[in-house]
C-alpha cells in the first residue's frame, strides 16, 4: 500500500469544522487586537525578559494557526452533517448555563439550598427519574456543601434569605455553615 505525499496530507472538513476555525481566527485576532492594552514594553529590558515578549509570541502563533486552520477549512472538501455538530455544541452549552444560574442564584438563597436543588436538576435533566436517584442526588448536594464548607472551611458567602431567619442562633449557624 503506497501513498504519495498529497494523500497523506489529504484533509476533509468535518462538520463544525469551519464555525469552530472562523471562532478560533476572531478570538485569536481579538487577543492581538487587546494585547497593547494589556501588556506594556519596558525599556532597558532584554527582549525575552519584557512582559509583553510571551503573550505576543503566544498570540501571534495563534492568529498564525487559527488562519491556516481557517484557510485549510475553507479550501478542504466539506462532510455533510455541520448542523448536527452545531447543535451538538449548543446542546453542550446547556449545562454551562445551568452553572451560570447556580452561581447568580447562590448569594440569594444560599450554597445549601442551591447546591441540593442544582444537584437534584441535573440529575433529572439527565434522565434519571424516579425517588432513589433524587435522593441520591440531595445527598451528593448535601455532601458537597459539608465537605466544602464543613471541612475544607470554604468560604462561601451565606444566602440573603438566611438573613430572614428570626431565630439569631439558627439564622447565625445558617449564614456560617449552610
Known sequence: MTQTLQDLFKRYRRPGDLLFAMLF???SLFLLASLPFQTTWVA????????AFWPTVSIAVMVLFG????????????????LAEVMYWVKSA?????FLAYV?????????????ALSVILTLR???RGP?????????????????????????PGGT?????????????ALSYL
Open 132 to 156: 432513589r436517584w433524587i435522593v441520591i442526588a440531595a445527598v451528593f448536594g448535601a455532601a458537597v456543601v459539608l465537605v466544602f464548607k464543613g471541612l475544607l472551611g470554604v468560604r462561601i
Open 104 to 116: 447568580l442564584i447562590l448569594p440569594v438563597v444560599g450554597y445549601l439550598p442551591t447546591t441540593v
Open 44 to 51: 532597558r529590558t532584554g527582549l525575552v525578559a519584557q512582559p
Open 67 to 82: 488562519g491556516l486552520h481557517l484557510l485549510g477549512g475553507l479550501l478542504s472538501a466539506r462532510i455533510p452533517g455541520r
Open 25 to 27: 481566527f476572531a478570538f
Open 161 to 173: 434569605l438566611y438573613r430572614l431567619i428570626e431565630n439569631d442562633a439558627l439564622r447565625s449557624f
Open 94 to 98: 446547556e449545562y454551562a448555563l445551568w
Open 126 to 128: 439527565l434522565g434519571y
